[in-house]
C-alpha cells in the first residue's frame, strides 16, 4: 500500500510528519456507509479502511446506516454532515450536486469504466463522487444441488418457474423496500426489449405504459406466477429482508434468486451458480449494472486524502480481494485475476471491455428520487395485486411527468 500513499503525496494532498512548529494535526474523517457491521461488505471495507489508518495515522469513524439517505438529508439539515458518504446511486449524485452539498474532488477517473465514470462527473467533467464498488445485477443464482441444468434460455427459466416454490424474493429493505422488485422489471425489459427501449424509457420518450413496458412487468408476475412460485407466497416476499431470502435456498425450500452476488446474503457461494438473465430471442442481452459513488460533503483535507486512497489501485484491488466481501470493481486496472478464484473473477469478466458485453446502468438507481420511490412502491402494490398494474403503470406515467425524466439517461447503456 505504499504506493498508494506516494500516490496521495504526489497529488499535494498533504502527509503525515513533522512541521515546522510540531507535529501536524490529523483530523478524524466520519464516513457514512450503508454496510451493516457483521457482514463481509462491511469487513471487506474495513480492511481497505484499516490499511489507509496504518499508513497514514488519520483516523477514520465509520456511521453505519442503510437508511442513507434519511440520515444525510437530517444531518444536512442541521449544518453537520459527514465528511464523507457512501451514496447507492448516480441519481443521489446529482440531486445532493444540484443542491450544492456535494463538493468537487481532484481526482482521476480516467482508468474508470463507462457508464460509472460518466456518472460520477459533471456534464463539464467534473469529479464530484467516485465509483468505489460495482455490481453486476443481471445474474440467476441457483443450488447446484436441486437445478441440475442450469436455465440458460427464457424457455427453461419458465419451465424452472411452472411449478412448487422455487423463487426465493425478498423485497423488505427498511425505507427503500421494493427496489429487488423494480430491480427485476428493469431487468426484464432489457432482456426483452434490449437497450434502446431501456434508454428511451429512462429519458423519457417510452411511456410507463407503452406494450415494452407493461410487458417486462408482465413477465416478471408471470414468472413469479404472482406470488405462488414464492418462497413464503406474496406474504413472504413483502416481508422477507433482501439479503434473507436466500435461507429458503440453503434450507431447500427454494432454488433460484435474482440479483447481484452482494445482495444474496450468500456467505460462501459453494453449491451455487449462476447465469446471466437469459433473452427470449436467444441473443445475448445487455447485462444491468449498479455501484456505490463516495462523494464529500466538508472541507476536511484527510477525507480528501481518503477518497484519493479509495480511488485508487491499490485499495480498488484490495478491497476486491477480500473473501466474502463480493466487491467488484470499474477500474481497468482491477482485473478479474485481482479476484478471489471462482465465480468472482467468472462475474468481473462481465466487466471487462474485452467481455464484449452491453452494459446498462439499473434503471431504478438513475431516476429522480421520488420516480425512484414511486417505482419501488409500485413493485410491492403488483405483487401483492397484480390486477391493479394498469392502474400502477398510469400513476408512475403521472409521476414522470412531475418528477422529470432521468438526468443521466443518455450515460445509463455502454455498447461493446
Known amino acids: 500500500m505504499r504506493t498508494a500513499l506516494a500516490l496521495v503525496l ?10 515546522c512548529g510540531g507535529a501536524a494535526q490529523s483530523q478524524a474523517v466520519t464516513i457514512m456507509v450503508p454496510w451493516s457491521v457483521n457482514t463481509g461488505e462491511y469487513r471487506a471495507f474495513a480492511a481497505v479502511m484499516k490499511t489507509f489508518e496504518h499508513e497514514t495515522g488519520i483516523q477514520v469513524r465509520p456511521e453505519v446506516t442503510r437508511a442513507v439517505a434519511q440520515q444525510l438529508d437530517a444531518d444536512l439539515s442541521a449544518g453537520n454532515p459527514p465528511d464523507l458518504v457512501d ?10 450536486e444540484a443542491e450544492r452539498h456535494l ?3 481532484a481526482v482521476d ?7 460509472w465514470r460518466g456518472l460520477a462527473e459533471s456534464g463539464t467533467g467534473t469529479v464530484y463522487a467516485v465509483p468505489v464498488k460495482a455490481d453486476v445485477k443481471s445474474l440467476i443464482w441457483y443450488d447446484t444441488t436441486a437445478v441440475t441444468s442450469p436455465p440458460v434460455s427464457w424457455k ?6 411452472g411449478h412448487g416454490t422455487p423463487w426465493c424474493l425478498g423485497l423488505a429493505s427498511g425505507p427503500t423496500s421494493g427496489w429487488p422488485g423494480a430491480d427485476w422489471v428493469a431487468d426484464l425489459l432489457l432482456s426483452r426489449h434490449q437497450a434502446g427501449d431501456y434508454e428511451q424509457w429512462l429519458g423519457g420518450q417510452l411511456s410507463w405504459q407503452s406494450p415494452e413496458v407493461k410487458d417486462a412487468w408482465q413477465a416478471w408476475g408471470s414468472l413469479m406466477r404472482y406470488g405462488a412460485a414464492v418462497d413464503g407466497g406474496v406474504q413472504g416476499a413483502l416481508f422477507t429482508q433482501f439479503n434473507q431470502a436466500a435461507a429458503g435456498m440453503r434450507a431447500g425450500r427454494c432454488e433460484l434468486e435474482h440479483g447481484a452476488l452482494s445482495a444474496t446474503g450468500l456467505t460462501s457461494t459453494a ?5 446471466v438473465l437469459p433473452s427470449v430471442s436467444g441473443s445475448a442481452a445487455p447485462v444491468m449494472v449498479s455501484g456505490d459513488f463516495m462523494g464529500l460533503f466538508t472541507g476536511n483535507p484527510d477525507a480528501r486524502k481518503f477518497l484519493t486512497y479509495l480511488a485508487s489501485d491499490e485499495a480498488q484491488k484490495l478491497w476486491v480481494r477480500q473473501a466474502g466481501g463480493h466487491a467488484f470493481s470499474a477500474d481497468s486496472a482491477v482485473t478479474p485475476a485481482a479476484y478471489p478464484p471462482g465465480v468472482q473473477q467468472r462475474i468481473a469478466a462481465l466487466l471487462q471491455p474485452s467481455a464484449r458485453t452491453a452494459l446498462c446502468f439499473d434503471a431504478g438507481d438513475m431516476m429522480v428520487p421520488d420516480m425512484s420511490t414511486a417505482f419501488q412502491q409500485a413493485a410491492l402494490r403488483y405483487i ?14 403521472k409521476t414522470q411527468r412531475g418528477a422529470g425524466s432521468s438526468p443521466g439517461a443518455k450515460l445509463a447503456c455502454v455498447q461493446p
Open 10 to 19: 504526489a497529488l499535494g494532498l498533504g502527509a503525515m510528519g513533522a512541521a
Open 87 to 96: 451514496l447507492p446511486n448516480p441519481g443521489a449524485v446529482e440531486q445532493y
Open 103 to 105: 463538493r468537487p474532488v
Open 109 to 115: 477517473l480516467s482508468r474508470y469504466d463507462q457508464p
Open 156 to 161: 427453461a427459466l419458465e419451465n424452472l418457474s
Open 271 to 275: 453449491g451455487y451458480g449462476y447465469v
Open 384 to 397: 401483492n395485486k397484480h390486477g391493479t398494474l394498469l392502474t400502477l403503470l398510469a400513476g408512475l406515467q
